[in-house]
C-alpha cells in the first residue's frame, strides 16, 4: 500500500456538515492502490456505546488518485473518526497522529468534530438546485424602446466594435419573456444595468441609478415583476471591484487629490492622479486606467456599496447578486456582504466570478456559487481533441468534483461560454452536433446550469467585442434544430430532481475510447447519459439490469442477462431512464 498517497483534512471539501444532521467524510487514496475503506467513527466521551464503522464508497477517480466518501450521522452532534485502509493481506490506520499497522486505541489522537452547529450549515438556496440561468447583455438582446437609445447607435445585427451601443434596453427584455419561457428559463443573469459611458455598463458612475438607455426604475421594476409572474427570478450584476474613471467619486479625486473625501476610496500611488504611457499611479482592473480599483476596507467605501446591494433588493425585488471580478475583492468585504444580502432575502443567491479553484469562498460565508470555468474548459477540449480518451476526461470530472463539498456542487453555476469567452458555437468549430453533446451533459451534470443568450438559436462569435452579437429573433435565421435540443434537455432537467441533485457516478470511461458515461440517481429515478464526440459508430455494453427507455428517441432499451448494450451514432448523446 502506497502510504504516501493517503490524505484527509477534518475541514473544508474532506469533512463537511451536508445538512442538519449528515455529515460527510471523504479519504484519498492512491489509484487502484486500495481495495476497502473504513470510517471509524465514535463519541469521544463514550467510545464504547457510541461508535460505529461505516464502509466508505469510492465515489470518484482521477488520473492519480480515487476519492472514497461515506455519511457520518452522530447520535450527539459530536463524533471522534479514524479510517482504515485494506489492500490484499495489508491494514492500516490513520488518525491525526499519524498512520499506523495496528489501530490506535479510540479516540486518542483521532480526528475530531467536536459539535456540529446548524448555524454553520453552508446551505444555498433550495431553488438555485433546480434553476436554469439565461445570460442577457441588455444592449444587445432586444431595443423594446427606441425612445431611450444612446445618441448614436450601430444598425441592429451589424459586427460590434468595442465602442459599438445597438440600443437593446430593458424594455426589450420584457417583450421577450415569452421566448425564455417557452425555452424553460427559470432565472435571468444580467450583465450590468447601473449608470455607465460603455455599452457593457462595467465601468459604472452611479450604482443607484439605472443606465437612461436602459430604461428607469419603474422599467427595471416591471422586468422583475414580468418575470416573476412568470416563475422567472432576476439576478443583477454587481461591480464592487472597480468604477468608472468618469465618477463622481473619482472625479474628485482628480480634482482636490489627497483632500478628497474619497480619497481613501482607492488606491492611490502618489498625487495628482495621472496616467503616463497609459499606466495609472494608481490600481486599476487590469491596466485599465478607466477602471480605478474601489478601496472595499475603507469604511466609507464599503458602507456606500453595501447600502447599493440594499438598496436594490428592497426597491426591486431582485433574487440575488452575480459579483464581478469577486476573486480581487477582499474576503471580509464578501463576508459583510453575505450577511447583509442574507438578512434582506436569505433565499438570494449570490454568484462569484472567480475563474479557477473557489474553495476559499464557499465555506458558507461568502458566495453561494462560482462560475465553473473550469468546466467547460475541460468539455471543450474533450469535445474538440480527438486525443482526448474518455478515461481522461472521466478523471478531469472527477478532480472537479472533488474540490467541493456536495452541496456546492449542486449549484456550482455551470456554463459553456459567457460574454468574457467567444462563442460555444464558434469554440466547437461551428459544428452543432458538438454543441448538442456539450448542452446534453450540460443540463444532467451536477449544478446550475446558465445559457449566454443566443447560443440556444446558433449564435456564433469570435472573442470580445465579437462574442458580444445581437440576438438575432428572425426565427428564419435561427436554428431551431438547436434550440428543441435547448428545449427538450432544459424540459428534462426540470421534471426529474435526479438530474438535479442525484448522485454522480461516472460508469464507463475506457482508455483509447472516446465514448464517456455515466448516471444520475436518486430514490425516484435513475438515468444513463451516454455521450459520443467521436465520428464512428459506437457499441457498449454497461453492467446494468432492467428494462430502460431512451428518452431522446422514446424507445425501450432492454438489458439482458445483466448487461445493457448501446448503440451511438457519431457526435450523438443518449439518455436512458429505468422504467
Request: charged residues 25%.
Amino acid at each position: 500500500m502506497h502510504l504516501e498517497g493517503l490524505h484527509h483534512v477534518p475541514h473544508s471539501n474532506w469533512a463537511y456538515l451536508y445538512n442538519n444532521d449528515t455529515f460527510h467524510l471523504r479519504v484519498r487514496t492512491q489509484k487502484e492502490n486500495v481495495e476497502q475503506v473504513f470510517a471509524l467513527t465514535g463519541d469521544k466521551y463514550d467510545w464504547k456505546n457510541y461508535h460505529h464503522e461505516h464502509r466508505m464508497q469510492k465515489i470518484a477517480a482521477d488520473q492519480l488518485f480515487d476519492y472514497w466518501e461515506t455519511a457520518v450521522k452522530p447520535e450527539n452532534k459530536r463524533f471522534s473518526y479514524a479510517f482504515r485502509f485494506q489492500a490484499g493481506e495489508e491494514t492500516v490506520w490513520m488518525t491525526e497522529a499519524g498512520i499506523f499497522t495496528r489501530q490506535p486505541e479510540p479516540p486518542e489522537g483521532y480526528f475530531e468534530r467536536p459539535y456540529i452547529h446548524e448555524v454553520d450549515l453552508f446551505k444555498a438556496p433550495e431553488w438555485a438546485k433546480s434553476a436554469v440561468f439565461y445570460q442577457i447583455m441588455p444592449d444587445r438582446f432586444a431595443n423594446g424602446d427606441p425612445g431611450n437609445d444612446p445618441v448614436s447607435i450601430s444598425a441592429w445585427g451589424d459586427a460590434p466594435t468595442v465602442e459599438s451601443f445597438f440600443g437593446g434596453d430593458l424594455q426589450g427584455i420584457i417583450d421577450h419573456l415569452d421566448h425564455l419561457a417557452e425555452l424553460g428559463i427559470t432565472a435571468i443573469y444580467l450583465t450590468p444595468i447601473f449608470e455607465a459611458p460603455s455599452n457593457h455598463k462595467y465601468n459604472t458612475t452611479d450604482y443607484r441609478k439605472v443606465d437612461p438607455n436602459f430604461g428607469d426604475l419603474a422599467v427595471l421594476k416591471n422586468l422583475v415583476q414580468s418575470a416573476h409572474a412568470r416563475h422567472i427570478r432576476v439576478v443583477l450584476d454587481a461591480v464592487f471591484n472597480h468604477i468608472s474613471a468618469q465618477s463622481p467619486q473619482f472625479q474628485d479625486v482628480i480634482e482636490h487629490g489627497p483632500h478628497s473625501p474619497y480619497a481613501g476610496w482607492f488606491h492611490i500611488h502618489e498625487f495628482p492622479v495621472k496616467v503616463t504611457h497609459g499606466k495609472p499611479n494608481y490600481e486599476a482592473f487590469g491596466f485599465f486606467a478607466e477602471m480605478p480599483k474601489l478601496n472595499t476596507a475603507n469604511p466609507e467605501a464599503r458602507k456606500y456599496l453595501l447600502d447599493t446591494a440594499a438598496y436594490w433588493m428592497n426597491e426591486v425585488a431582485i433574487d440575488g447578486w452575480r459579483l464581478d471580478v469577486a476573486n480581487e475583492v477582499d474576503h471580509t468585504f464578501w463576508r459583510n456582504f453575505r450577511r447583509l444580502v442574507k438578512t434582506i432575502n436569505p433565499d438570494a443567491f449570490i454568484i462569484g466570478e472567480v475563474w479557477s479553484d473557489s474553495m476559499r469562498w464557499l465555506h458558507g460565508d461568502q458566495f453561494d456559487s462560482v462560475m465553473n470555468y473550469p468546466l467547460a474548459r475541460r468539455l471543450i477540449e474533450y469535445l474538440n481533441n480527438g486525443d482526448i480518451d474518455a478515461q481522461r476526461f472521466g478523471a478531469q470530472i472527477s478532480n472537479l468534483l472533488m474540490r467541493y463539498p456536495q452541496q456546492a456542487n449542486e449549484v456550482l453555476f455551470n456554463l459553456l461560454a459567457s460574454h468574457d469567452t467567444p462563442r460555444i458555437l464558434t469554440q466547437l468549430g461551428g459544428d452543432a452536433r458538438k454543441l448538442k453533446l456539450a448542452a446534453a451533459l450540460l443540463f444532467t451534470f451536477t449544478g446550475t446550469p446558465c445559457i449566454l443568450y443566443g447560443d440556444e438559436i446558433g449564435l456564433e462569435g469570435t472573442g470580445d467585442p465579437d462574442c458580444r452579437k445581437c440576438m438575432i429573433w428572425e426565427k428564419e435565421f435561427q436554428n431551431r434544430e438547436l434550440f428543441e435540443c435547448y428545449r427538450f434537455l432544459i424540459r428534462l432537467r426540470g421534471t426529474f430532481p435526479a438530474l438535479q441533485t442525484g448522485r454522480f457516478h461516472v460508469l464507463k470511461a475506457d482508455p483509447g475510447e472516446r465514448a464517456f458515461v455515466y448516471e444520475r440517481m436518486d430514490e425516484h429515478a435513475h438515468f444513463v447519459i451516454s455521450l459520443n464526440p467521436s465520428d464512428q459508430l459506437v457499441s457498449l455494453s454497461l453492467p446494468l439490469e432492467g428494462h430502460f427507455q431512451d428518452v431522446t428517441n422514446e424507445e425501450p432499451v432492454i438489458s439482458t442477462g445483466g448487461s445493457l448494450q448501446l448503440h451511438l451514432d457519431p457526435f450523438s448523446y443518449q439518455v436512458l431512464i429505468k422504467r
